[in-house]
Nanobody, 123 residues
Framework: QVQLVESGGGLVQTGGSLRLSCAASGLTFSTYGMGWFRQAPGKEREFVAAISRGGVTIDYADSVKGRFTISRDNAKNAVYLQMNSLKPEDTAVYSC????????????????WGQGTQVTVSS
C-alpha cells in the first residue's frame, strides 16, 4: 500500500519560512518523480514544484520561483519543500504526489497523493 505523508505545515508570519516534508512508503521511491501542489480555500489545486527521479530536473511555478526550493533524498524516501519569504497568498493545503515516468505540472498525471498539510501565512 502506497503512502505519502506530509508534515511541517503550520502558522507563520509574512516573510517567514517553513520546511515541508513528505515521507513515502510502499513504492520504489527512486523511480518516481515527485511534486508539490497546493489548494487554497475556494480555489482549484495548483502546481507548486516538481523534481525528477534523480533530482536533476526541477520545475517551479512562477509564483514560487526564487522563494521555494524542492529537494529529495532517495535514501530516506523523502521529498522536501523549503519555503522562504512566505506571503499570505501562499496559504493553502500543501500535498505531495508521485508521478511516473517524468515530472509534469498536470495533476491528473500523478499516481499517488498524500493527504496534505496546512500552511497558513498571517499578514
Amino acid at each position: 500500500q502506497v503512502q505519502l505523508v506530509e508534515s511541517g505545515g503550520g502558522l507563520v508570519q509574512t516573510g517567514g519560512s517553513l520546511r515541508l516534508s513528505c515521507a513515502a512508503s510502499g513504492l520504489t521511491f527512486s523511480t518516481y518523480g515527485m511534486g508539490w501542489f497546493r489548494q487554497a480555500p475556494g480555489k482549484e489545486r495548483e502546481f507548486v514544484a516538481a523534481i525528477s527521479r534523480g533530482g536533476v530536473t526541477i520545475d517551479y511555478a512562477d509564483s514560487v520561483k526564487g522563494r521555494f526550493t524542492i529537494s529529495r533524498d532517495n535514501a530516506k524516501n523523502a521529498v522536501y519543500l523549503q519555503m522562504n519569504s512566505l506571503k499570505p497568498e501562499d496559504t493553502a493545503v500543501y500535498s505531495c504526489a508521485a508521478v511516473r515516468p517524468i515530472i509534469t505540472r498536470m495533476e491528473y498525471n500523478y499516481n499517488y497523493w498524500g493527504q496534505g498539510t496546512q500552511v497558513t501565512v498571517s499578514s
